[in-house]
């Protein structure tokens, strides 16, 4: 038997026939079987949209919406094309297996089914037929697809960018072509319910008008989301553009949004969707009506929970120590006492502003316990203001974010009032988001056009009307711009360049990095002033005059009085023969100190030229490429900036009439005449002419 042992299988000799108990594998080895073409490789892990189709059994039109709707989208082989099919749409077969096993794709099939029978009563005239069965309309849900793209709340938020841009869309189109009523009716609901969330939690960080329309961004729990508002503008629906698909995407997002939303506002203990309140005198179903309605039923909500909480705050605020419970009988307290402890601090914080900062030596021990008492008595007045604050912020389940508090304590005190001509919905998202009180024309607004506590009347209009004058003189009539840059750079701006029918100044974008530009605005430097405490002259906002006025004064003094500048240089050559002749001064110190360090730091650059040729010239030819395409990056950002600069440089030299009178356009136009004139002057040299030839041409 040699080696073999007893009860183990006898192994098959490689000499054994094919046709015995063998594998796939080893029979191919042994046979030398061809494989057919398409079952391994590129071509089996990537086929094109057509052969999907026959697998999946679906026509184009279900296959697009099943891709869109389950986030499938088509991928691009790496090296080599399949088949040399190029310019071919290919997909994964993991995709597809994938899509094979969707619930949705039978529900396609079933409303497919539906749909042929009621043709076939339509066809056979058979209208209570179709009606019946017409009730029992198949139906489907996209929640199990929400939840399987984004297993976390965090995935959801962060990829909200596009959803809220597809939205407000769908919101400002109108209810024609392929767009129904009952999808932008959805998309208005959407739209207000998001920006009554904002408006409230204070979310909002940043906002910016464009031409394509209001780009806005929110930060919720961290995660930065930006949208696109349309202008409120008649709407240009082009013929080009696929409807269909831009429905099915709508149809994804309305899922996901609703499931966001809910889940925000029951952080803020709100039930979500929210009751439906009337608009008022507003048009119905207008987005600023719904906002508005939405506004109120969230503030509704908010105080009912509010009020439902705090018999559980009370008790819980009981059970504590002795400190605790003085703290809640004075949250108890009337509405009188309330007043009378404002008026209390409302004087002594008066009295510590008049209170002197520098103590003499001879005050006595009780001044000086009162000195040492102002300051703490001073932080927790400022600690009450954030803490009111705060308590116009709704937080419910989730923690007060600090940067909301701060953004909320921007406009709180101030009330705006919004004139007709102004597009309410986004201005009044972004005032309420940074805690201003508003109000508008009509007769739902919660302030009257009259009221007194107007601080600032929001008008977009050349001239104010005669009308207007009858209004208190309280308040400040200011342009939109102001509410954004407001916002925009955390920081009360004085209101005399956003005047009606002032010139305003640029509206600097919010997203560019100015440090990582290079080039920092004027405007910007001139904010940064003001927030730093520094006086800025309104009249020299812009620049400086007296540089402005000595640079604008000499292009006129060398074109008209080139003589007087010979007699200059004459005069500087007679002083130098006359310095000449006479003893040289002796050097101070200093000076020769400043020279000393010149001249060090003209060394210190010259080694460091030296020491960059020798790395240059010590780098591999892949380095030196990688290098000089750096190089070229940097000095096309230079050449960007020293652009910008120029033009500013330029713009404060012409931006008022020169000595002679002169507009900044006549200055313009007197330096490309002679910028032409000394180029035509270097050309005739040559003895060519840039002058054209007036040919007469002959009648007759």
Known sequence: MGNRVKGRVKKKSIKAASHSKMGSKRKLSRMGKKQKGNNAGLEATFIGRSKCLKLLQVTIKDFRRLCILKGIYPREPR????????????YHIKDIKALAHEPLLESFREFRAFLKKIRRAAGRNEKDEAKRKNVVCPSYTLHH???ERYPRFADALGDLDDALTLTFLFAALP????IKAK??????????AWGAYCATAGCVTKSFISVKGIYMEASIQGVPIRWVIPHSFTQFMPNDVDYRVMTTFFEFYETLLNFVLFKLYNDLGVRYPLPKVEAGSEVKGSTSAILSSNLKSLRNALDSSSSAMTAIVSDSIKEGDDENTQ????AKKSKGEKKKQKKLLDSVDKALQDLPQESDDDDDDDDDEKMDVAGPLKDALENMSEEQAKTSLPSGDAELDDDAIKRRRLFHGLTFFLSREIPRGYVELISLAFGARVGWEGSDSPIAADDPSITHHIVDRPKLPSSYGKLPKSREFVQPQWIFDCSNFMFLLPVAKYNVGVTLPPHLSPWVDDEEEGYKPAYAEEIERLKNGETVDPATADGDDDGDESIADEPAETID????DDDEEDKDASEEDDSDSEPEKPISKKEKKKRAKEKEE????????????LAKSMMSRKAAHLYGRMQHGLAKK?????KLSSRREELEITKEKDALGRTPSKQKVDRLKKERKTIEDEYADTGGSMKRSKKRRSHG
């Not at 094309?81 to 290919?90: A, H, L, S, V």
């Not at 703290?327 to 004075?330: A, F, Q, V």
């Not at 009085?561 to 007087?564: F, I, K, L, R």
């Open 183 to 192: 999808v932008s009716n959805s998309a208005k609901s959407l739209a207000s």
């Open 327 to 330: 703290s809640s009988s004075t």
């Open 79 to 90: 090296g080599r094309i399949p088949g040399n099919k190029k310019g071919q749409t290919f």
């Open 561 to 564: 009085q080139p003589d007087q």
């Open 602 to 613: 003209r060394k210190r650059q010259r080694e460091e030229e030296e020491a960059h040729t």
């Open 145 to 147: 697809l929400v939840r």
């Open 175 to 178: 209810s024609e072509h392929n």
């Open 638 to 642: 230079k050449a960007k900036i020293d």
